[in-house]
């Protein structure tokens, strides 16, 4: 039997969201079904919804930050039961074979991996879909290879934009090895900028803040941040030059990075996370200068996915959220696209109306 489920779905790029019901495919041999209870909402949700990309197909139910619970697992399921807490990110399948499935790191799969929502899913995906649909919906049901497991000590509400916002930040301060004696930089506090400041200080990093304004100052201390620097202050950039090993960019709109670069130390590099479409000038000699370089990073792979979750369990760290009821997405976007965030929505899916 398929299972009916409820969701909000964007049916245009310049349409609110609004309810769509559809079914998503019965649990197969290696399959977990979830009933969803939380779904974070990702800045990536809003620049799908609103085909800022290109090449969004409608309609389509966002949602990459999925916390719930199993209701149903498949005969060759060893590795979750019912009743068990688990997490889905933005990833819900991989070619498995190719050199970075091998390496565990099924985000950078050479054929492409099979996104939660908007990819073509080479199984069929949901009944009647031919894109895989996202986590602002109350079921879902993923392959038990890409489901994560919640650990107690994380509240689910709490846990969902780890799946995201978690591990799109841990796996670059991992992967530049930050850890004690490091000097992180985060520039924009929001659902990624929060949780880059929370891990990088928990693995021993000094963390610094870059913002517009000071508006969010008190909150990058009580996150963890040590300084606090607002970029338009000439004097400030200028004492705070050849200081960061890591600058980890968080920016959701194109915007000028040249300035920035004089911030990182001898090897040092800006990592950018910020899925914006248009060029940006960046000059070689403060590169080469220093030796300094401009990288970039996407999500992360399950394995350290789990790493991660398990990471913030030990630390007592999770995301600063805000619930709203799925009816209030089109509102929270609105708010997000206006930074007015503190510092994740996260849709409670108990709340979903009934005629969804
Ligand atoms: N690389 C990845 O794997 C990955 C994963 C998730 C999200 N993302 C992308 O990362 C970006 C951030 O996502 P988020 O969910 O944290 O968004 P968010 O809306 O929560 O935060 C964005 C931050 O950027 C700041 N900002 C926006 N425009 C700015 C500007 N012109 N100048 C300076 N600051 C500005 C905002 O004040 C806010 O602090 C988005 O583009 C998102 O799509 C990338
Ligand atoms: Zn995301």
Not at 58 to 72: K, Q
Not at 164 to 187: D, E, M, N, Q
């Amino acid at each position: 039997m398929p299972i009916a489920t409820r969701a909000f779905a964007a049916t245009a790029a310049d349409a609110p969201l609004s309810p769509y019901s559809f079914d998503r495919r019965d649990p197969g041999s290696n399959d977990v079904a979830i009933e969803i209870k939380y779904c974070g909402v990702c800045h990536s949700d809003l620049h799908v919804a609103k085909n800022d990309l290109g090449g969004t197909r409608y309609p389509i139910v966002p949602g990459h930050e999925i916390a719930g619970v199993v209701t149903a697992v498949g005969p060759d399921v060893s590795r979750f039961k019912v009743g068990d807490r688990v997490g889905v990110g933005c990833m819900v399948d991989s070619c498995r074979t190719c050199a970075a499935c091998a390496a565990g790191e099924e985000q950078y799969c050479e054929p492409g991996m099979t996104q939660t929502y908007g990819s073509a899913d080479p199984k069929g995906g949901e009944v009647g879909q031919t894109i895989t649909q996202g986590g602002y919906a109350d079921r879902i049901t993923v392959d038990q290879d890409f489901v994560l497991r919640i650990p107690d000590a994380l509240p689910l509400d709490a846990a969902a934009p780890l799946l995201c916002a978690g591990i799109t930040t841990y796996s670059p301060l991992r992967h530049w090895k930050v850890g004690p004696g490091s000097k992180v930089a985060v520039i924009g506090l929001g659902g990624l900028g929060h949780m880059a400041v929370k891990l990088a200080a928990a693995m021993g990093a000094e963390v610094t803040v870059l913002s517009t304004s000071d508006r969010k100052k008190g909150d990058a201390e009580r996150m963890g941040a040590k300084h606090f620097l607002i970029n338009s202050d000439k004097a400030a950039m200028k004492a705070a030059a050849e200081k960061f090993d890591l600058i980890i960019n968080t920016v959701s709109a194109t915007h000028e990075i040249a300035s920035h670069i004089n911030l990182l130390a001898r090897d040092g590099t800006m990592v950018m996370l910020g899925l914006t479409t248009e060029g940006l000038p960046v000059y070689a000699m403060p590169l080469l200068w220093r030796r300094r370089s401009v990288a970039g990073s996407l999500i992360g792979g399950i394995r350290e996915t789990q790493e991660m979750l398990d990471f913030c369990a030990e630390h007592g760290i999770a995301c600063d959220i805000e619930t709203i009821a799925p009816d209030q997405i089109n509102e929270a976007y609105a708010r997000m696209e206006r930074s007015d965030v503190r510092y994740r929505f996260v849709i409670d899916m108990a709340r979903m109306p009934q005629a969804a």
